[in-house]
């Protein structure tokens, strides 16, 4: 008699023998080296997104989907480029043969924090565009603050031949604005590696209906018809059994119509911003692997619960960092009755933490189809102390307010019992 396993009883069942085939570094591979094989499993990985990918393969991903955040939580600092003239076909020429350093000084005189912007983004494009496969394509999701800027780069980047469209996401929810037009919608960006050979299968798109059916034959408007360059598509239902609770996750509905129209089944897909792990369940759902990389502790364990991560290889997971845990937890709720001292403070935190996973854990559903291993990069210590640097500059913030508050509560006391 044939015992039949759950979805997630096989993944873990297919994961146990990838990890006992691959127990041995292959030769000329550090011990600790990041796992990344083609015809290995789905990855979950905690890194800093551009020290990891300097270490995957050229050509690896069919589709590389990224949601960069437009504030990086970082210290910024000024950076410029050197005047530096190239030949024409220079990999890094611009506009009518101007180079590429002018051209972002122009841009740059425009806003300060879109030159650190750039910077941050600009050398992440450059490996994007590496690891894709010759028939791959990219789609850059940004918004209306950023995007035109962004389009500058990738031409520059990709060549503005490889550019295939731009995507215009528009959904109606939120508050509206009685000032000006209310904003309500993204744009999303596509390049393809090779302009003459990335793969594009319509076949594979899901279909919507037509806006005047009566119109068309009934065959027509039965079978509906293909998404145009603008995407009507509701946000994530705040009561959805979709919903994470993580800010900013997209619609899996968006992601499953990029993957399935630019990739085949077997392929890769990267998100190395994946957040709340949207990019890896539709992937998966599709018959995609996905490599997900984040940095945020928060991310994680959203994605490995979501995305049915191995037991085994998320025991490398060291959670939250000591100390830094208050960058986590409400701002104001920290060491409200708790005192002022960095021992209740950090208490506070800690238990406000706790209940924010077990509240993850009750609310994220897992996707049946999805798998993967999960690796912590070693990039991942320097992030960790640099969340511990903010953790305490926040505490020392917040002890200052609350004997801030604690003054004025007293001298208040002492002007009323002086009035009486």
């Given at each position: ?5 759950s ?50 393969p ?57 030159e ?9 494009i ?17 918004d ?10 990738c ?9 295939l ?58 079978r ?100 830094a ?56 210590d ?39």
């Amino acid at each position: 008699m044939t015992a039949h396993l759950s979805p997630t009883h096989h993944a873990e069942a297919k994961n146990a023998a990838y990890r006992a085939e691959h127990a041995e570094p292959q030769h000329g591979a550090e011990v600790g080296a990041p796992v990344f094989d083609p015809n290995g499993p789905s990855l979950l990985v905690q890194a800093d997104n551009l020290e990891y990918l300097k270490t995957l393969p050229d050509a690896s991903f069919t589709v590389i989907y990224i949601d960069p955040p437009f504030n990086t939580g970082k210290p910024q600092t000024r950076r410029s480029y050197s005047n530096k003239i190239v030949n024409e076909g220079g990999d890094r020429t611009g506009f009518k043969g101007k180079s590429y350093s002018s051209v972002l000084q122009t841009i740059a005189s425009y806003s300060d924090s879109f030159e650190d912007y750039w910077a941050f983004l600009e050398p992440r494009i450059r490996q994007a565009h590496r690891l894709l496969t010759e028939d791959g394509t990219l789609y850059l999701h940004l918004d209306w603050r950023e995007v035109h800027y962004a389009k500058i780069m990738c031409d520059m980047i990709f060549g503005r031949e490889s550019f295939l469209n731009e995507l215009i996401w528009a959904y109606d929810y939120g508050a509206k604005s009685t000032r000006r037009w209310p904003t309500k919608h993204d744009n999303i960006l596509v390049y393809v590696k090779n302009p003459r050979s990335y793969y594009f299968n319509t076949a594979e798109v899901d279909r919507e209906p037509y806006m005047a059916p009566a119109l068309v034959t009934e065959e027509k408007a039965a079978r509906g018809k293909l998404p145009t360059d603008v995407w009507w598509h509701t946000i994530v239902s705040p009561t959805g059994k979709e919903k994470t609770g993580y800010p900013t996750q997209k619609p899996i509905g968006l992601l499953r119509r990029m993957i399935a129209a630019s990739s085949r089944p077997g392929d890769w897909v990267l998100d190395f911003f994946a957040g709340s792990g949207t990019t890896g369940a539709a992937a998966a759902a599709l018959g995609r692997r996905f490599l997900c990389v984040d940095q945020n502790p928060s991310a994680i364990e959203t994605m490995a619960h979501r995305l049915n991560v191995d037991a085994v290889s998320f025991e490398a997971y060291r959670g939250v960092p000591r100390g830094a845990s208050v960058l986590f937890t409400p701002h104001r709720s920290i060491g409200v009755r708790g005192g002022t001292s960095r021992d209740a403070l950090m208490a506070a935190s800690r238990k406000a933490l706790m209940e924010q996973r077990t509240k993850l854990r009750q609310q994220v559903q897992p996707v049946p189809e999805a798998s993967c291993l999960f690796v912590r990069h070693e990039s991942t210590d320097a992030v960790e102390k640099q969340m511990r640097i903010r953790a305490r500059d926040t505490l020392r913030r917040e002890r200052k307010r609350q004997e801030l508050a604690k003054k004025r509560a007293e001298a208040k006391a002492s002007d009323t019992k002086a009035s009486d």
